[in-house]
């Protein structure tokens, strides 16, 4: 995502400050591309955080949603929701109407049946709540109840942003969010909700994007500047945050909504923003500096085809390669993604992107 570059606080470490300056930020598309893949290696069948993929998904685009929005206010004093929803709906509508079509129309030319009312809900960005209150189907469109949490929370956020952006409250008001969700979603465990509603609602897992928003709050106006300061002491501490979000992972196969719900959708959106800050500073070094690698980079860009084609990509790919080793299996429907994914982004999503251009923030001297 592009960005007008206006210098952040002088008070952010230097390394931090210098990276949101940038025009496109770094280490953000290696995220992307870490998150997608943990998605894809879990609807592989191997033993990976799927989940943790989707949250950090979520996390990032609180994140870039807001500070794309700070950048716009900070230079015409104001936002444009028709132009944000303009720049929204050419990004995100286009990928993911065609995938709906491909895949519809291949269960119907194949003799099935589509799950009709899952499908409908998937068109209109709803599934996340028919999956939370009928259960989820199990087909190639079940994962776009997490594309209807992000649609919801961009139709809702940006005139929101406004109001507490005007009042400068910004901060203050999402940290009050955050944790008025983590006590209505403990409350909502208590009461025995089902984990399927705690799991696909928006209401139960708005405080990952949300988490994304006090962060780019909280870097823009520096009241996050002890914190960035203590995350970047070393390079060694993004360390932290790994070790702790592979901890959860492992109490989450122990016991998976007891924790999941509780304290892992607590800390999971926690490390993974204090690993946005920490890889934006360390985008160079040795050890993180992966994160920019080119392939990386790339994968973090179609990562959003990626993740629609996952699915429906791996299927015949895992069927054809079937005799051979499982290694050989994971290859074939690793390629098969990325082409899929490749296809979609430069034959449907870039067209669309070049339009998008048209309702880029310009920046004004």
Not at 61 to 75: A, C, M, Q, V, Y
Not at 222 to 251: K, N
Request: proline residues 5%; contains cysteine.
């Amino acid at each position: 995502m592009n960005m007008v570059a206006v210098r952040p606080p002088a008070v952010l470490p230097p390394a931090v400050a210098s990276g949101l300056a940038q025009r496109h930020l770094a280490s953000l598309d290696g995220i992307r591309a870490l998150a997608a893949f943990l998605v894809v290696f879990y609807h592989f069948g191997l033993p990976s955080p799927g989940g943790l993929g989707v949250l950090a998904f979520f996390v990032l685009s609180g994140f870039l949603i807001t500070w794309l929005l700070l950048k716009e206010h900070d230079n015409s004093g104001s936002v444009s929701l028709k132009a944000f929803y303009l720049r929204r709906s050419l990004r995100i509508f286009p990928a993911f109407y065609c995938y709906w079509l491909v895949v519809t129309g291949a269960t119907l030319i194949l003799g099935r049946t589509p799950e009709w009312p899952q499908a409908i809900s998937a068109l209109f960005y709803v599934s996340n709540y028919y999956q939370a209150l009928q259960g989820d189907p199990g087909t190639v469109l079940s994962h776009a109840w997490s594309l209807g949490i992000e649609e919801q929370f961009y139709l809702l956020w940006p005139g929101v942003f406004l109001f507490l952006r005007g009042r400068k409250m910004l901060f203050h008001a999402t940290s009050v969010i955050v944790l008025a969700i983590w006590a209505y979603r403990l409350t909502l465990v208590a009461c025995q909700v089902s984990q399927g509603y705690i799991y696909y609602a928006l209401d139960t897992r708005l405080d990952h994007l949300m988490i994304g928003c006090w962060l780019a709050a909280g870097l823009h106006g520096g009241q996050l500047r002890h914190v960035s300061r203590m995350l970047c002491a070393s390079p060694w501490l993004p360390l932290a945050p790994l070790l702790c979000l592979a901890g959860s992972a492992r109490l989450d196969l122990l016991w998976p909504s007891v924790y999941r719900d509780t304290a892992g959708f607590i800390a999971d959106p926690i490390c993974v923003a204090a690993l946005i800050v920490q890889w934006i500073a360390f985008r160079d070094h040795v050890v993180w500096g992966f994160v920019n690698w080119g392939w990386m980079r790339y994968l973090g860009r179609i990562s959003y085809s990626i993740y629609l084609y996952q699915q429906a990509a791996m299927g015949p790919a895992k069927r054809l390669f079937a005799p051979a080793p499982m290694m050989v299996q994971l290859v074939a429907a690793a390629t098969s993604v990325i082409l899929c994914a490749s296809a979609s982004y430069f034959l449907v999503e870039q067209p669309f992107l070049r339009l998008k251009q048209r309702f880029e923030i310009v920046k004004t001297e």
